[in-house]
């Protein structure tokens, strides 16, 4: 597919992982397995009761659903997405739950101003590598906390450390896939590089980079983190144009056969962890 098509392709919808139901079942795959590090970094930065916390690009809400119980009934929690049907499908669970300390707001975080919230703090995973103006964004972002408010962010800082061992090519096809479509559109899968000299910037200092990389085998939940990616990401990229249903299948065999070997391992994306608080 050519540059122009895949273009046209990407503008159809508003997610280039896209906002279909397997996606969002894909999505509670990926927060069961990082939930603990969440938990863990939202308790370093003090995330506690009574407070006003910004999920920022909350997608379906899972992440919201947990921040909502750590802030207790007395806070509550604001969650930002651009996608209607991620934001209907937390409406709808919260209904469900009888949740009444989340609200929504449907923005397009390229250019939302985020009002006057003056949050306590604000929780972003994965979220400036897909956008087309990340530093105008966290500006604005950085104007919705309030003085000595936190920011607690997780964004890759070297997406191709996805790998196997032993060694897949096929799978690393993928990965080279997955990235060109994501800079296609706009983003940069390695945008956590540049996120602390920004902060830095916007008067923000930096308590905690750390950075979260694992190598696990086949039991573990990140484990069945990126496999669900593989399995649902690959037929996104021929949709795409990225690759092509031949392909596609190729490296899901190519991923079994690896998946099969005893002892083999999978080394995730390497992510980075930053707290930082705004200066008083």
């Known amino acids: 597919m050519h540059a122009q098509e895949k273009e046209s392709v990407m503008s159809r919808t508003d997610y280039v992982l896209g906002t279909h139901d397997e996606e969002i079942k894909r999505l509670g795959v990926q927060h069961?397995?990082?939930?603990p590090s969440s938990l863990a970094a939202w308790k370093a930065a003090g995330i506690d009761r009574g407070q006003t916390v910004?999920?920022?690009g909350c997608g379906p809400g899972f992440a919201s659903f947990d921040l909502a119980e750590m802030v207790g009934l007395s806070g509550r929690v604001i969650a930002i997405d651009k996608s209607e049907k991620f934001l209907s499908a937390l409406e709808a669970e919260c209904s469900v739950r009888k949740i009444d300390n989340i609200s929504t707001r449907r923005a397009d975080l390229d250019s939302y101003d985020f009002e006057?919230?003056?949050?306590?703090?604000?929780?972003c995973r994965w979220v400036f590598t897909f956008l087309t103006?990340?530093?105008q964004a966290l500006t604005h972002l950085a104007g919705a906390i309030r003085l000595g408010g936190v920011l607690v962010v997780h964004e890759y800082f070297d997406y191709a450390t996805w790998r196997t061992a032993p060694r897949c090519p096929k799978l690393e096809e993928f990965v080279r896939a997955v990235m060109a479509s994501w800079r296609d559109a706009g983003g940069e899968p390695d945008i956590a590089l540049s996120l602390s000299s920004w902060l830095e910037d916007l008067d923000?200092?930096?308590?905690?980079?750390?950075p979260i990389l694992d190598i696990v085998q086949i039991d573990h939940p990140k484990w069945g983190w990126m496999r669900s990616f593989l399995e649902v990401g690959r037929r996104r990229l021929v949709d795409l144009g990225y690759l092509t249903a031949v392909q596609a299948d190729a490296i899901w065999q190519a991923f079994k056969a690896?998946?099969?070997?005893?002892?083999?391992?999978?080394?995730?994306?390497?992510?980075?962890?930053?707290?930082?608080?705004?200066?008083?």
Do not use: T, Y
Not at 116 to 123: E, L, Q, T, Y
Not at 204 to 210: T, Y
Not at 258 to 280: C, D, F, N, T, Y
């Open 54 to 56: 910004l999920d920022v």
């Open 133 to 135: 103006r990340p530093q």
């Open 258 to 280: 690896v998946e099969s070997m005893p002892g083999s391992r999978m080394i995730s994306p390497a992510v980075l962890e930053i707290i930082a608080q705004k200066h008083q």
């Open 204 to 210: 923000f200092e930096l308590h905690s980079v750390k």
């Open 32 to 35: 069961r397995a990082w939930r």
């Open 116 to 123: 006057a919230v003056n949050g306590d703090a604000a929780w």
